[in-house]
């Protein structure tokens, strides 16, 4: 079946200007979850949707990050107003309830310039 | 921010020897699992083991977790040079939690 899957696969933007990354979660997965990877900080942990829960928000790094799942499948991550420091390749996984694996999805790649 | 360190950073081997690489974190958890990663893009899930488990197998993969030392090591056995990428251990507080990467360690596997 088909992985979890994210677009665009590379994004450079203009400092200042927002943008939109896109995560399409396998399938009956009903966890999603967005992750940032930097040099200089690593895999950092940004939101978890789970089912119709309310978001776990607690690793997004500024009022400018946002995500939102519609409809329990697609999540959409927008960063506004992007920052030179906000480059970096943006992960999306999702999982089984009550699993622990999470699948992951080939990233967004996002440089600001 | 980060759970914990692994170590060595970077390793080294020729094909056919193990490799070994340690993991440790800094608070309770759940579960611990080790992902690869090939060419800084997505993650791929290797091996899940919960916090009352010892020891798990899967193929060429063995792994520990001593959770009194709050540390895992991975082994690989048998290096392949299709081994070669980074690997990173990750600690899960519950089922479907967020995880809590560590610092990964690149395996270098030479022919």
């Known amino acids: 079946g088909a992985g979890v899957s994210q677009s665009p696969s590379n994004k450079v933007t203009e400092k200042g200007k927002d943008v939109e990354l896109r995560c399409d979660p396998i399938?009956?997965?009903?966890?999603l979850y967005w992750y940032r990877q930097s040099l200089g900080q690593g895999l950092e942990f940004l939101i978890y949707?789970?089912?119709?829960?309310?978001?776990?928000k607690s690793g997004l790094p500024s009022d400018r990050f946002s995500a939102e799942r519609t409809g329990g499948s697609v999540s959409t991550l927008t960063i506004q107003r992007t920052q030179q420091e906000d480059s970096a390749v943006y992960l999306c996984a999702s999982s089984l309830a009550g699993a622990g694996e999470q699948y992951f999805g080939p990233g967004t790649r996002l440089t600001v310039t | 921010s980060q759970q914990g360190e692994e170590d060595p950073q970077a390793l080294s081997i020729q094909e056919g020897e193990n490799a070994t690489m340690n993991c440790s974190y800094k608070?309770?958890?759940?579960?611990l699992q080790w992902y690869r990663q090939n060419s800084g893009r997505g993650l791929v899930h290797l091996i899940l083991i919960r916090s009352n488990e010892r020891e798990k197998h899967s193929g060429r993969l063995r792994v520990t977790l001593d959770t009194s030392k709050k540390s895992s090591s991975l082994l690989i056995t048998a290096s392949r040079a299709a081994d070669t990428a980074s690997y990173f251990c990750a600690t899960g507080t519950g089922t479907a939690s967020k995880l809590t990467f560590g610092t990964g360690t690149r395996l270098q596997v030479t022919l």
């Open positions: 399938s009956g997965h009903t966890a």
């Open positions: 608070t309770s958890i759940n579960n």
């Open positions: 949707f789970q089912g119709n829960s309310a978001p776990d």
